[in-house]
Every structure is written in C-alpha cells, then in structure tokens.
C-alpha cells in the first residue's frame, strides 16, 4: 500500500481529448502518488491503445470516441465514474508487474465498494481479452458482483516515470457521492489521504489535444 497519496477530485467535466492530456500530464509532472477522480462532458467513450477502430461498437453516432494512452477495451462512459491513479517510479506499487499491481489496485477498489454497501469481488484466472466492450470482457483481478457480472476494469501504461492506470467503474455505491466513493477508494489504497486541487497548463493541454489526443491520426492509428 501506499504511505501517502493526493486525492483530486477535479470539478470540470471535460471532453475525451482534454480528459487523456490532463492524465498524461499527471504522467509526466507529478512527484507523489495522485488519484484523480473525473467526469466527462456528454457523449464520450474511450477505447484502449491497442483496439481497431473498426472494432467501435456502433452507437448510432450518439458516442464520441478518444483512444487512450493506456491499454484495456472499449468504455462507454455515459454510464461509468472514472479515476486515474499516477504512481511515480521508487514506489514498490510502480515497480511492481503489471498482474500484481492491477490485483492491488483492484482489491483497494472492492473494499471501497464494499464499504459502500456493494457485493464485489476479485475475478479469478482469465483468459486475455481480445479489446472489445471493456464490461463484457473480464480479465484476470477484474472486479465482478455477486452474479460474476464485470463492474470495474482498468488500463495501465509504464513509462520511465512511472504508472499511470485509467480505471472505469459501473456501478455507484447506494447513496454515496463520487466523491465519497473516491476517496474510500484512496483510503483504502494508502494510509494517509490530503486532498488537493490541481491545474494543469492550459496552453499545455492544448497543445497535447491538438498533437495527440484530438487529431484523426492518433484515433486512426490502429
């Protein structure tokens, strides 16, 4: 677990493009472990680095798409609360495998819905996911309901500074805000929680929009 982490509950609901730029420039700023907890402005989905646009569900253009800089399947987030965890490089969660620190951060997630009221637990041994809709597909350390049903799924990327999961839950825990269940999420991964506002560099964000998260290129690559 974590010793200390920074809780930011960002107030500004944001479509795709920006949402990816703000979690990437987490990646590449942040000094300290930080959980975010997010919104998007209507109509949007994501899909993991590694899925075909020709695998997009069609929603009969009612959904926007943005491809994310982690991997995982297809989210429709009209009906998710989102988060994102940076973790920066020294820290034993960022060092460790993939496998076992996707367990970890999961396992923090069902004791907070736990706390909530909601049935959830671990999946067990899975077969890989071939990118398709994110809650179709459990994968292994998932997080599932009573009935095996897949709730909460993730995305990771390694860079040199560290490791950044994009994680989207389907569920709410029964009369809890996002932001109470945000922070029993962080509560449960760390043992001190603060809680802080960022603001990243508007001009940077732009900029990353427009290079990456926002131009056909980046959203065609696959």
Not at 181 to 207: H, I, M, N
Request: with cysteine; charged share 20%.
């Amino acid at each position: 677990m974590l010793p200390h982490l920074q809780l930011w509950p960002d107030p500004t609901p944001r479509d795709g493009p920006e949402n990816m730029a703000v979690d990437q420039w987490l990646a590449e700023t942040c000094e300290v472990p930080v959980l975010r907890s997010y919104r998007w402005l209507p109509g949007w989905g994501s899909y993991g680095y590694f899925v075909k646009t020709a695998d997009l569900p069609d929603h009969g253009g009612d959904l926007r798409w943005v491809r994310r800089w982690t991997g995982g399947g297809i989210v429709d987030h009209r009906a998710d609360w989102t988060y994102t965890l940076f973790i920066p490089r020294g820290h034993a969660l960022a060092e460790a495998r993939g496998a076992e620190s996707y367990r970890v951060i999961h396992a923090a997630l069902v004791t907070a819905l736990r706390a909530g009221g909601v049935e959830a637990r671990l999946s067990g041994e899975m077969p890989p996911a071939a990118g398709g809709e994110c809650f179709l597909q459990p994968v292994e350390h998932d997080v599932l309901d009573a009935a095996g049903r897949k709730i909460a799924g993730a995305g990771q990327r390694r860079t040199a500074r560290g490791l950044l999961h994009q994680g989207s839950v389907a569920v709410s825990a029964p009369g809890e805000s996002l932001h109470a269940q945000a922070l029993a999420l962080a509560t449960a991964l760390a043992g001190q929680v603060s809680e802080r506002e960022f603001f990243p560099d508007t001009g940077w964000l732009e900029e990353v929009v427009a290079d990456r998260f926002g131009s056909a290129a980046w959203q065609a690559r696959r």
